[in-house]
């Protein structure tokens, strides 16, 4: 080929280089603006959908706030008129259905989006979705499974799908308050007094109820399968856990109307301590029952060692979160003592707060249980936090606790009426739901009947018949069971036992709960009494007085004098100094530890379990086993032992004339725990 030829066809090539580049150049400036218009079009619709959910959400949140003030509006009136059949929390449940069955009939949100199904085989669902539509990713995350008949009926009324909460909201911000609040408001003397017989019901009783309940449950199901009534699978570790969720009891009811008609202090105190255990001791055991697993294919056959690891797992969780709440409880009283926090009682409030909720997820984190590392932590500031707060702190912390344990508790009832109608996959099982309410009755019968006779077996002051009756029927079910219910819904077994427990709760708030009044009657079980006139009554005999004397616990007596003269100097201003109780060689130690409070106040005792009693005419002070009476005229003598003013202290409680520095201290309410009202001199 000759130069040119070669030449002409290098320019040929050239030109249709060119020609081809011009094409795409105005093909792609042609597109540009196409698809500008449609990123722009694709970004108002995002907006406009995010404000539209934004007031979804809004209207959801505005429900459950007017469901709180249409409750305590009702409340209110109750109490005015003195109706006692119906408590609050039965009261929300009730308002909680009233909206649930609105927004189920009534109100129709339909969702606007379409439903693409496709088929993707993998091992597990996984919890995050990305999705390449048109070159673009999008990021889908999973909201649960949906049963084969409801695939073209996932446009449903997406208001039903906003209202159900995450089950971790009431795990991490409802129940922590609750829980705290019950150790924080504990009537210590009560509980001690009558401390065995609450270990007892707690713990003993809380696993008799759980085998009971199912062992009872396992019969029903075996029964339902061989009539063909159960769907899928219900193993005997699901009627243990159904047993373990089944068994925390929540009588707020009957305790509400407890203290409003004062019933006999000692039944209050069984009830109360039980309840407040019994939660702490059913999440673990359930926590327990959910680890058990045995070598090989078959999960749900019988194993000695995994029998035992279960076992051991309960004694650790528990352990370790009865641990690690006491620890939180002692590092906060530690930092209230040895700063100045006092003098700015907003961040003292502030601390002590965020202190006593991080416990419960401090104890989530580390793998515990957080219900009974704050119910502990709650036990812990009362019995010495408290102590070292300002008295405006003192006021706040006791004013917050509590407005925060009303709104949650009744928030959660509200929710419990609600979720009958919105929830998404309830299986209600008649025979099962029959099953199980005798169940629950009979593991309840079991608790309290026999350990009531071995109990009076060691006790001089008995729990009489009409009051085992009594705690029998007060086997409210509430708050605890319905979260432990709630956590977890993925299977026909867990979906099943969530619709049961329901109406378990249902049942037990309306009927027992209302019927209170009636079953104290029923019982002859006296009301109005005043516990303070009558330990003043009984003790005035020197007879009763021993009696009481032999009641109280070994243990915690040595608990008592231990505590008095070592940990509550350490962690609180209360006396002695350590300069005086511990040995010469730690003087350097206990210098240190000991504030300068507890020296200016060393023949005072800033502490609302103090040994400062009123006996006839005289103010006395303990300090160990000395006793410093000091009578009208100034003089001092010395006087009994110790113990003595323990028997006293077990009697009197609370109400005690106390003298701290230059406060006169009388407190006289009580239903509440280590709180008190402080008179100037």
């Not at 997406?158 to 609750?178: A, C, G, H, Q, Y």
């Not at 100034?634 to 230059?662: F, I, P, Q």
């Amino acid at each position: 080929m000759s130069a040119g030829g070669s030449f002409r066809t290098l320019r040929l090539l050239v030109m249709v280089s060119l020609c081809v580049f011009i094409s795409f150049s105005a093909a792609a400036a042609s597109s540009s603006p196409a698809q500008e218009k449609d990123s722009a079009m694709e970004n108002i619709v995002t907006e406009k959908k995010a404000e539209e959910s934004h007031r979804q959400d809004s209207a959801d949140l505005l429900i459950f706030i007017l469901l709180l003030t249409l409750t305590i509006l009702t409340i209110w009136l109750f109490k005015h008129r003195r109706f006692r059949f119906l408590h609050e929390t039965g009261l929300a449940m009730i308002y909680g259905l009233i909206v649930g069955v609105i927004l189920r009939y009534v109100v129709q949100v339909p969702r606007d989006a379409s439903v693409v199904s496709t088929n993707c085989f993998v091992n597990a669902s996984p919890a995050t979705l990305l999705v390449n539509v048109s070159g673009k990713f999008y990021e889908y995350t999973l909201k649960g499974e949906i049963s084969a008949n409801e695939v073209n009926d996932v446009k449903d009324n997406e208001m039903l799908r906003k209202v159900t909460f995450d089950p971790e909201v009431f795990f991490n911000i409802l129940l922590p308050p609750i829980i705290f609040h019950a150790g924080y408001s504990l009537k210590r003397r009560h509980f001690f007094r009558n401390m065995g017989s609450i270990l007892a019901y707690a713990f003993v009783g809380t696993v008799i109820s759980c085998f009971v309940i199912g062992l009872l449950m396992y019969g029903c199901v075996v029964l339902m399968k061989q009539l063909g009534q159960m769907g899928e699978d219900f193993f005997f570790t699901d009627c243990l856990f159904f047993g373990a969720i089944v068994s925390a009891t929540d009588p707020v009811t009957v305790l509400a109307i407890f203290h409003e008609l004062q019933v006999d202090v000692d039944l209050y105190a069984l009830l109360f301590g039980e309840s407040v255990l019994n939660d702490a001791v059913a999440v673990v055991l359930s926590s327990s029952i959910v680890a058990y697993q045995p070598q090989g294919d078959n999960s749900h056959t019988f194993e000695v060692m995994a029998l035992l690891k279960s076992f051991g797992m309960f004694l650790g969780v528990f352990s370790g979160s009865f641990s690690l709440g006491v620890a939180t409880g002692i590092v906060t009283a530690l930092v209230t003592k040895f700063t100045k926090l006092r003098d700015f009682q907003l961040l003292e409030t502030a601390l002590f707060f965020l202190m006593s909720w991080s416990t419960f997820l401090l104890a989530e984190a580390c793998g515990f249980t957080g219900v009974v590392a704050v119910l502990f932590c709650g036990i812990t500031q009362a019995h010495y936090t408290f102590n070292n707060l300002s008295p405006e702190s003192q006021d706040r912390t006791k004013q917050l606790f509590e407005l925060l344990n009303f709104l949650a508790e009744n928030f959660i009832f509200s929710y419990m009426g609600l979720t009958l109608f919105t929830f998404q996959n309830h299986i209600f099982n008649p025979m099962f739901i029959v099953g199980a309410f005798l169940a629950v009755f009979v593991g309840r019968a079991a608790n309290i009947y026999p350990l009531s006779f071995l109990l009076n077996l060691g006790r001089r002051n008995k729990i009489r018949s009409n009051f085992q009756h009594m705690m029998m029927f007060a086997g409210l079910r509430g708050a605890m069971t319905f979260a432990l219910s709630i956590r977890d819904t993925a299977t026909y077994a867990r979906q099943m036992m969530f619709s049961t427990n329901l109406l378990v709760v249902f049942f037990t708030v309306w009927v027992c709960g209302g019927g209170t009044t009636q079953m104290l009657s029923c019982q002859r079980i006296r009301v109005g009494v005043d516990s303070d006139q009558d330990n003043s009554m009984s003790f005035a005999d020197g007879s009763e007085r021993r009696s009481t004397k032999q009641e109280s616990a070994w243990l915690f007596r040595i608990w008592y004098n231990f505590d008095h003269n070592y940990l509550k100097p350490i962690l609180t201003h209360s006396g002695p100094p350590l300069t005086s109780t511990l040995p010469p060689c730690c003087d350097p130690l206990a210098r240190f530890l000991t504030s300068p409070q507890a020296y200016e106040n060393e023949c005072q005792l800033k502490d609302d379990d103090s040994d400062l009693i009123l006996t006839d005419g005289d103010i006395s002070l303990t300090y160990g086993d000395i006793t410093v009476s000091t009578d009208a005229t100034g003089a001092h003598t010395s006087g009994r032992h110790a113990s003595d003013d323990l028997d006293r202290e077990l009697a009197y409680g609370d109400n005690e004339l106390v003298m701290r520095g230059t406060r006169l201290v009388l407190p006289m309410d009580d239903s509440e725990p280590p709180f008190t009202d402080h008179l100037r001199m």
